[in-house]
């Protein structure tokens, strides 16, 4: 049974009268628990719980230092690629939107790595728009291989593949796929993908599972908040992260949560979220799934992200630039969305410090829990 069935059999109409229906007493008890239900991480969504959210936030920083403690993991994206086959109608990288087009040398992607290496990093995530005439398996076994002899992990944020390709790359050392299924709605999917391959629906769906099911130790999902109706795409965001993290519960489950704001493309939300509704999403995921990790990237502006500090977050992207070749200046490329916190990699681990809080660069977790990986790799 894959992820497919179980949406198929989903009955989103009742989660939404469960969501609507919250009463206040409803949130007081499921407040009381000290492990919830699905339903009760529904009513943590509803506008009842809206008025409990300090109560709320509370339950969710106690959770998080009791899974966590004061830690804070750190990474950052590099960009391969900016070209792109796919017509999303919010991405800056659409197809059909004019703009400087590149896809890095291997040369200059490994100058990149060395930029954030020097800086600090150990933790990367490799991003790219799809197009796989640039951007082939052998251009990424490279960059991989090569990057793998120094970086503590190496995540990609690129097209879904295959089985196969995914094993090759785990293989050549990449241990982490993310991927954001964008909106859940079909209906919507459809709409905002209107060509190229990223309109096949299923196929990106069950990505986490063709990535988990090769080996790949750090799974990263999302919805792009502000596409489709809130209560909707939490409540099966939610169904998504509780199904994996019980299939793969050897697998390091975590939930970004991507804002869109006026894009490059020019493309503005459609259901805008509040920040209410963000903070209400993230700690009711907290609560309801307290051991996955919570993502949070320079999307949202600095005091926002100062706040959720000690709120829920377990990781954070720091200095941050979201076009190819973007950290060494080498190229003026476009830029796939624009940043709100600008703040350097010191500056963001100097407020961490200040908190109270450990910015983390090596995963010792990792270490230990999957210590026979390289094992199963063959030198590329």
């Known amino acids: 049974m894959s992820f497919i069935n179980v949406i198929n059999d989903f009955d ?13 007493s409803d949130v007081y008890a499921v407040l009381l628990k000290d492990k919830i239900s699905f339903n009760d991480y529904l009513v943590l969504l509803s506008d009842a719980a809206s008025f409990f959210l300090e109560d709320i936030a509370k339950k969710a920083r106690l959770l998080t230092l009791n899974f966590f403690g004061k830690a804070i993991l750190m990474y950052a994206p590099l960009y391969l690629s900016n070209e792109c086959d796919n017509c999303c109608l919010y991405c800056g ?6 703009g400087s087009r590149i896809s890095l040398s291997v040369k200059d992607v490994i100058k990149e790595s060395d930029f954030l290496y020097n800086k600090g990093f150990r933790h990367i995530l490799l991003v790219s728009g799809e197009k796989r005439s640039k951007i082939s398996m052998d251009y990424l076994k490279k960059i991989i291989s090569s990057l793998h002899e120094k970086f503590e992990s190496i995540s990609l944020e690129i097209f879904p593949l295959s089985s196969d390709e995914y094993k090759e790359l785990y293989l050549s050392g990449a241990d982490g796929v993310t991927v954001y299924q964008e909106v859940y709605s079909r209906k919507l999917y459809k ?13 990106r769906l069950l990505t986490p599972e063709r990535a988990a099911d090769t080996g790949f130790y750090r799974i990263n999902i999302g919805v792009l908040l502000g596409l489709g109706n809130f209560f909707e795409e939490s409540a099966l965001l939610g169904l998504h992260a509780f199904y994996l993290k019980k299939k793969y519960w050897r697998t390091q489950l975590s939930v970004s949560f991507p804002r869109i704001k006026v894009s490059t493309a020019g493309f503005k939300p459609l259901n805008p ?14 609560i309801y799934l307290s051991s996955i990790g ?9 005091n926002f992200r100062n706040n959720l500090i000690s709120l829920g977050i377990t990781q954070m992207s720091a200095e941050s630039k979201t076009n190819p070749g973007g950290y060494l ?20 681990c100097s407020v961490l410090r200040e908190k109270g ?14 210590s026979t990986l390289d094992k199963e790799r063959s030198p590329i």
């Open 93 to 98: 990288f659409n197809h059909n939107v004019v």
């Open 12 to 24: 989103l109409k009742e989660a939404l009268r469960i969501i609507k229906n919250a009463s206040d």
């Open 329 to 348: 200046n080498q190229k003026k490329s476009k830029k796939q969305f624009n940043i709100s916190d600008t703040r350097s990699l010191d500056e963001v």
């Open 273 to 286: 979220i509040s920040d209410r509704q963000f903070l209400q999403l993230l700690f009711a995921l907290r």
């Open 191 to 203: 709409k905002v993908h209107p060509s190229g391959p990223k309109s096949d629906y299923e196929f």
């Open 357 to 370: 809080y450990d910015p983390v660069f090596k995963d010792w977790d990792k270490q230990i829990s999957v």
């Open 294 to 302: 919570l993502v949070l990237s320079t999307r949202e502006d600095e």
